[in-house]
């Protein structure tokens, strides 16, 4: 079979010593920055970002694929031993994770969130296997019109899914247009937006604007706040297997939660956080007694922290096939793609096959590493928490801005992503999603090209994206997301899923 | 609740805390100044497209954007002001922070890696509520040390360590 030779070509470049080790830098990183509030994996991968151009394209995918599916495992810890989501996916773990630590079962409600996500990453690495090639295919068969309507459904998908108010969003979204705008104009030469400044007339990198405003600007938010009282569940965890009940009642759910996470990854706006409020929103439906939700109920660890897992793992699918990202993640990873000068799109896995399902097979092995990782030294992680912020935010400081210096080697990125904290900050006092505009950053000099491609196509004439059916088709299903969001009905159910209790 | 009276006796300055009356004039604001700087960008037509064609087409839409997004903020029944978070805390952490890294970014290339690191920390440090000198001494020899052995040794980057005469 054709999927068993490309799987033993990807192991047998996942399992070189120098990509088990990035593979195993990656999980640990992502563990890390998973069990510590106040970081992210979009930070962190952008951060990281500089560094990879000095690794082999492959090590370098696999370390930052590490990083964002590692932070899943990580996320739960903090969720269930401090009531603290370590990320925003493990927001709903902390419901009725920390109930069941309170009551002494911390150890089964980590092993419960461990084994479920390894059991999602599983499944979600053979549907990567199965699915991107025959998506791959349909890419190649796309001109400029379907590229362009493609991300317009993709954006357009991304607001309906965040969180918050739609109008928000598509503000958010443009305003990263806007920004992706800044430079020189590939097709008239002309600069735009420089204000007469020359370092931006190569425009702005994808990791200054994503290390301001997701690494400082959150720095500056966390500062801000009120010191957090941190309620470190004291107990030692002596029991890390669950109950025969446990068991007996999380199996089901971790088969809900991968089924659902593993779809809601793969659409645009999707990934890790979307996945997990979701699948808690069905566990806590489909129970029979949903009363026990958030007394502790082993189903509102297993389905979300399952679905997470899924759901970072699927959103490579649309990345990897179509060059199109789904989410801030993939926006970055398609920026460590160009790096390494790396076009991304359905040609990848035809013109390289050993990155492709490298990568793949070492997604696969990175679950069993975060395994071992998350379980046996759960303590060592515990420790971690204990540092307080006070050392944490300067370390992060420090790295955001080595991190942005060596990105394009220039003083004035620096700067730049200094800017860009502050607007980072102000985005999130009132209340807009800067993820949505990380996207628009990236897709935009994808989408102007695209659309002027087409433009050219049909002689000028935009009645060419009604005429391509499979460009109608997407455009039609963009028309039907808006009008349906806009519905008062599914408004209000809209709201309700991303409502934590 | 005193924010509550205030919010009630002073009806500019509520309105002002309202979330996304201040979101509607930021997009309007971003909106009207690419506007003006794109002002001389040629446009072009459809099938040839200038350098201001998109630009000008996104202004105006963040524009509408920003005024259905300021129109919303002034119907909605103000649940919960916008908190002020000690105002002179969040200006000193704004302020600090961001100074630390145009001070980096600014020094790192003349006075090389350990020193630009030190004034990072130390000027990073005083954006936190408690300042503590001897802490913030350890914690800026460990990053320094750290930082030497993960880029300069580890990966081999070209940045000067030592300051440059």
Redesign the interface.
């Known amino acids: 079979m054709e999927l068993i030779d490309h799987l033993v070509t990807g192991f047998g470049i996942a399992l070189t010593p120098a990509n088990l080790f990035f593979a195993l830098a990656g999980a640990l990183i992502g563990t890390l920055i998973g069990v510590l509030p106040g970081i992210g994996p979009i930070a962190t991968i952008a951060m990281l970002l500089p ?1 990879t151009f ?1 690794l082999e394209p492959t090590s370098g995918l696999i370390m930052l694929a590490g990083i964002f599916y590692g932070a899943q495992y990580g996320g739960s810890t903090t969720a269930i031993l401090v009531n603290l989501p370590g990320e925003t996916s493990s927001v709903v773990t902390c419901i009725d994770g920390h109930q069941m630590a309170r009551q002494g079962r911390a150890g089964a409600a980590l092993a419960v969130a461990a084994l479920g996500s390894f059991f999602a990453g599983c499944v979600s690495t053979l549907l990567i296997a199965v699915f991107a090639p025959p998506l791959a295919k349909v890419g190649q068969s796309f001109g400029a019109p379907e590229y362009f309507s493609l991300m317009v459904l993709g954006l357009i998908a991304a607001v309906v899914l965040a969180h918050g ?1 739609v ?2 969003a ?2 958010m979204i ?2 990263g ?2 920004i992706g ?1 800044v430079g020189t ?1 590939g ?2 030469g ?4 420089t ?1 007469g400044i020359t370092e931006l007339t190569d425009g702005i990198d994808v990791a200054t604007l994503a290390i301001g405003v997701f690494g ?1 600007g959150e ?2 938010t966390n ?3 009120p ?1 957090e009282t941190r309620s470190l569940v004291a107990q030692k965890i002596t029991r890390l297997w669950p109950t025969r009940e446990d068991f007996h009642r999380a199996w089901p759910a971790v088969l809900r939660g991968t089924a659902l996470g593993s779809m809601l990854g793969v659409l645009p706006g999707g990934g890790a956080t979307l996945s997990a409020f979701a699948a808690y929103a069905l566990e806590k439906k489909s129970a029979k007694d949903a009363s026990q939700f958030g007394r502790g109920a082993v189903e509102g660890v297993a389905g979300p922290e399952s679905a997470n897992n899924a759901g970072a793992q699927t959103s490579f699918i649309p990345m990897l096939t179509l060059g199109i990202p789904g989410n801030a993640v993939m926006a970055l990873m398609i920026g460590a793609l160009t790096i390494h000068g790396i076009q991304p799109g359905p040609q990848i896995m035809s013109e390289r096959p050993g990155m492709f399902w490298g990568m793949i097979a070492s997604m696969w092995i990175g679950n069993l590493m975060l395994v071992i990782i998350n379980l046996p030294l759960i303590g060592m992680w515990v420790q971690l928490l204990k540092v307080p912020y ?2 944490l ?3 992060i ?2 790295f ?3 991190g ?3 990105v394009s080697n220039s ?5 730049l ?3 860009f ?2 607007a980072g ?2 985005f999130t ?4 999603e800067p993820a949505p505009m990380i996207l628009g950053f990236v897709l935009g000099p994808l989408m ?1 090209e695209n ?2 491609r087409a ?2 196509i049909s ?2 004439d ?1 009645m060419i994206f009604a005429q391509r059916p499979i460009s109608l088709g997407l455009l039609i299903s963009a028309a039907t997301l808006c009008v349906l969001v806009a519905l008062p009905a599914i408004r209000s159910r809209r709201e309700e899923a991303f409502q934590e209790n | 609740m005193s924010s509550g009276e205030q919010h009630d006796t002073h009806p500019l300055r509520g309105i002002f805390a309202r ?2 009356v ?2 509607g004039l ?2 309007i604001g ?1 909106a009207l100044l ?1 506007l003006y ?2 002002r001389n ?2 446009i ?4 040839r ?4 064609y ?2 000008r087409l ?2 105006w ?2 524009f509408g ?2 005024l ?2 300021l129109v ?1 903020g002034l119907r909605e029944v103000p649940i919960e002001p ?1 908190r002020a ?1 000690g105002a002179l ?2 200006w000193r ?2 302020l600090f ?2 100074a ?3 001070i ?3 020094t ?2 003349r006075l090389g890696l350990v020193v630009s ?1 030190f004034l ?2 130390g000027i ?2 005083l ?4 300042l ?1 000198a001897l ?2 001494l350890a ?1 800026a020899l460990v ?1 320094i040390a750290l ?1 030497w052995g993960i ?1 300069i040794l580890g ?3 070209t ?1 000067p360590v030592w300051p440059e005469w």
């Open positions: 560094l000095h108010s109008v928000k598509i503000a443009v305003l247009l806007l705008l104009d097709n008239t002309g600069t735009r937006f204000f400082i720095i500056i500062l801000t706040q010191p006070r050392f935010y300067l370390a400081l420090l955001c801005g080595i942005v210096y060596t003083p004035a990125a620096v700067v992503a200094a800017f904290g502050i900050f102000v006092r009132l209340e807009c102007e659309l002027r433009m050219r002689s000028g935009p | 979330k996304d201040l979101a930021l997009f971003v690419g700087v794109s960008y040629p072009g037509t459809a099938l497209m200038g350098t201001g998109v630009p996104l202004c839409t963040l954007l920003g259905v997004v919303q916008l978070v805390a969040a952490s704004l922070v961001t630390s890294l145009v980096f970014g600014l790192i290339e690191i990072l920390i990073g440090a954006a936190a509520r408690e503590r802490e913030t914690a990053l930082s880029f990966l081999g980057l940045i």
